[in-house]
């Protein structure tokens, strides 16, 4: 049974900084590559865990380097996708020698697995905070659909491709969504889009298919829907997705990082 873990918007910082001076994300991952090593004895063999964007803060060596020392610990092959503040070439530089990393233009991948696929695209617009598809990328996940014909797939990209009512975000979510519906128009199977970006976990369809942003590791995005918010964090828990296929079909668990009370059986409940 083929089962992957999502987790998102790490915004590692350099060694001795706190992001936006309030949030120790180094903190906040490595509890989270705990939290995902403990898990491994309840949910059983789990294939990848995938980064949805956003690893660092300011996409600088120092950075990818930090959070490769925190990630050293995570007893599970990883991948990841660039989000808005990622920089391609240091983070190709950090990856090189991962394999999966690719040696030139957009940061996608494909991987696959006995019951899906996992598809990674790169949506940077380096400089801005939102998010595009580039030709290239587009044409590259229609060959991949082709080849992967009606195989149920997961794809990962940053920006979600719709509005959550946050409207500072909502300025800087995927611009081309558009582009991104019709490469998927007509694919036999099942689809789940994963993205981050917002650091909440928000669920709803586009283009027809399941899309579900995950929380951040460290920190949300203020769910503030009022026309005149501003762009703001709250220091909420963190949390990951474990994305399963199970019985015919796609599964998403929100799990909360950290280690909790439990567990307790339910004494005198049949
Ligand atoms: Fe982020
Ligand atoms: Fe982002």
Redesign the pocket.
Known sequence: MTKILQIS?THIVPHGDLAYDKVDTAAALSETVATINRLRAQAGPIDLVIVT??LTEHGSDAEYGRFLEIMADLELPFRAVP???DRRGPMRSAFETTGWMSRQGDVNWQTDFEDFAVVGLDSLEEGQAYGTLAPDTLAWLSGQLVELNGKPVIIAL?HPPFATGIQAMDAQNLRNANELEDALAGYSGEIRLIC??VHRSIAGLFAGRFCQICQGTSHAVTLDQRSDAGNSLTVEPGGMMLHEWRGGRFLSHLIPVGSFPGPYPFLGVR
Do not use: P, Q, R, Y
């Open positions: 918007d964007g956003d989000g808005n503040h940053h981050g970006h």
